[in-house]
Every structure is written in structure tokens, then in C-alpha cells.
């Protein structure tokens, strides 16, 4: 079974430009997860999404995030403009029917 | 709100050492509770879980949590760890109350020397 995959692995932007991340999850997985790991903390839930409807956005600093996942399946996360504070690895998951999410590998983004 | 703290920040520790990682959440209701590993380089990966039953829990790689209620804590156990055990460690939590989202902890770095 294929796992989640993330892309690009690495990503370094300067300050004010803006930056996508990409996430397939697994095959058939109807939820999926995005988290903001910053160095030294665990990761953050910033959305989740069941299907291509949003359940839970609350954390997720909207001026300047935006994530879609229009047909269901995979899904971007954006970020515009991007502040030094973004820095950080950005994490997708999915989860199926069970409570086990599976982590992709995870876009590394430096804000210069 | 769930919420997820662990003890120790940064551990190190010689090869056949024994390792104990503590872990405490805080949630009104029934969780679920996890341990994550990532070890350099690597994405997280499950180490074991506990939904319900049997409170001492084994996962892969010879781990062990065992969950007490009465202390709201989930603690990691090896007793003898190897220098490829060198991996950051999380501890999270979710309930089906909240739509099984997860809460991490902060981490706990473990450095094995050889």
C-alpha cells in the first residue's frame, strides 16, 4: 500500500512570496490532515478535511493560509504572503475508516 | 481542549540503558493515546496505540506504554535501548468526541551513544 506523499520535500522562500505544498493520501482515505511542525514542538492540526469538505479550520491563520481539496482526493496547502515565523515542516495525513492517521514525509519550508 | 505534555525535552543515554518517557494529557472524556517516533531524516511513524482493554500496551521495536487512568499519563518504556533508537518521540492524544483530531506533545529528543 502506497503511503501519503508530500511535495516538494524541501522549499526555501523569502519573506512576502508566496509557497504551495501538495499532498496525496493514501488510496480510499476520506480524511485528511494537515499539521505545522515548528522546530522543538510537536505538530499542529491547522485543517482537517473529510472528503472535499472542510470539518475543522479554526486553527488556520486565514489571512494568509488557504487549503483546498476540490475533487476529494489530494490537496494543497498555500501560504500568501509568507512571514520568517512560517518556518517550518508542514505535514499531511490521512486517515481511513480506523483511528490510525498516516503521516506523509513532510514539505521542510525556510523563510529567509 | 486536549492538551499533551511530556517531561523530559532532550534525553541521552548509553546503549542497554533502560528508557522511561513520560507523557500526561488532560481531557474530561475517553481518549486514544499514541506514541509517535521520527527518527533523522525520517517521517513519523506509529509506535503503538491504546484505544481500550489491556492498559500495558506493546508496539514494534520493543516499546511498551502502559496507560493509568488515575494519573492521566502514557508513559514509554524500553528496557534496553540501541543507539538506532535515536529518534525524536511524541506522545498524542485524540478522542472520537473530537473527531479523532490529534494533540502532540512537545517532543522528547533521545540521543543513545554507542
Known amino acids: 500500500e502506497a503511503g501519503v506523499a508530500q511535495s516538494p520535500r524541501y522549499k526555501i522562500i523569502e519573506k512576502r512570496q508566496s509557497v504551495a505544498f501538495w499532498c496525496n493520501p493514501i488510496?480510499?482515505?476520506?480524511?485528511l490532515y494537515w499539521y505545522q511542525q515548528i522546530l522543538g514542538q510537536g505538530p499542529k492540526l491547522l485543517i482537517q478535511f473529510q472528503n472535499n469538505g472542510v470539518v475543522d479550520d479554526s486553527q488556520l491563520p486565514k489571512d494568509r493560509f488557504s487549503a483546498e481539496r476540490l475533487k476529494g482526493v489530494d490537496s494543497t496547502l498555500k501560504i500568501q504572503p509568507a512571514k520568517l515565523e512560517d518556518s517550518a515542516v508542514y505535514l499531511c495525513a490521512s486517515r481511513g475508516g480506523y483511528n490510525e492517521q498516516f503521516f506523509g514525509p513532510g514539505t521542510r519550508l525556510t523563510v529567509l | 481542549a486536549q492538551s499533551v505534555s511530556q517531561h523530559n525535552h532532550h534525553v541521552i543515554l548509553s546503549e542497554a540503558a533502560s528508557l522511561e518517557l513520560g507523557c500526561n494529557y488532560s481531557y474530561g472524556g475517553t481518549v486514544n493515546l499514541f506514541w509517535y517516533v521520527q527518527y533523522p531524516g525520517q517521517h513519523l511513524q506509529l509506535l503503538l496505540k491504546?484505544?481500550?482493554?489491556?492498559?500495558l500496551v506493546k508496539g514494534i521495536k520493543g516499546f511498551e506504554a502502559e496507560f493509568i487512568k488515575s494519573k492521566f499519563s502514557f508513559n514509554l518504556r524500553k528496557p534496553s535501548v540501541q543507539w538506532s533508537d535515536t529518534a525524536e518521540y511524541f506522545c498524542?492524544?485524540?478522542?472520537?468526541?473530537?473527531?479523532?483530531?490529534?494533540?502532540f506533545g512537545a517532543g522528547t529528543t533521545v540521543t543513545v551513544r554507542a
Open positions: 498524542a492524544v485524540n478522542a472520537r468526541s473530537n473527531d479523532y483530531k490529534l494533540s
Open positions: 491504546y484505544f481500550s482493554g489491556d492498559p
Open positions: 488510496s480510499g482515505h476520506a480524511t
